[in-house]
């Protein structure tokens, strides 16, 4: 007796065919990344950059002294958007990424240093090229979307 189905089997049991949810889930990026512990270190560094790098003072300034709440925010945020523990929306309900950067004016000049931090900060913290890649096209869409001035 053969241990592959046959056609019959198939056709007469198509449920027993379909694929396990287990077996077909892909990974968030929340996982592929490496969970919490990364993205904190990603965005430690993320603001080590912004803090020390001169390609970044403009949004530099734009931030208060301290960037622990900042730190702590985007830490929360970047959890849920990558698919882990939605603690922002937990925490302070959704982003509305746009109005809560209103008040800030943003161009091309600040959407460009802040995706420059974050690239950065990804490189730093080893997080592999082609993941780099695809965040960093996501980062940038989000960081155009909060472009609210000219130039």
């Known amino acids: 007796m053969s241990k592959e189905k046959s056609v019959q089997d198939v056709e007469q049991n198509p449920q027993d065919n379909q694929p396990q949810e287990h077996q ?29 790098d001169p390609k970044a003072a403009e949004i530099r300034v734009m931030h208060q002294a301290d960037l622990a709440s900042a730190n702590e925010k985007l830490v929360m945020f970047l959890s849920g958007w990558m698919g882990g523990p939605q603690l922002y929306i937990e925490k302070y309900g959704h982003p509305r990424l746009r109005a809560r950067h209103f008040p800030f004016p943003i161009g091309e000049a600040e959407r460009n240093q802040w995706v420059y931090c974050m690239v950065r900060a990804m490189h730093d913290v080893g997080i592999e090229e082609q993941l780099t890649i695809r965040l960093a096209k996501a980062f940038w869409d989000i960081a155009d979307m909060m472009r609210n001035k000219e130039g």
């Open 24 to 52: 077909i889930k892909e990974k968030t990026l929340y996982e592929t990344i490496g969970g919490a512990t990364v993205i904190q270190h990603l965005v430690n560094r993320f603001y080590e950059v912004m803090e020390t």
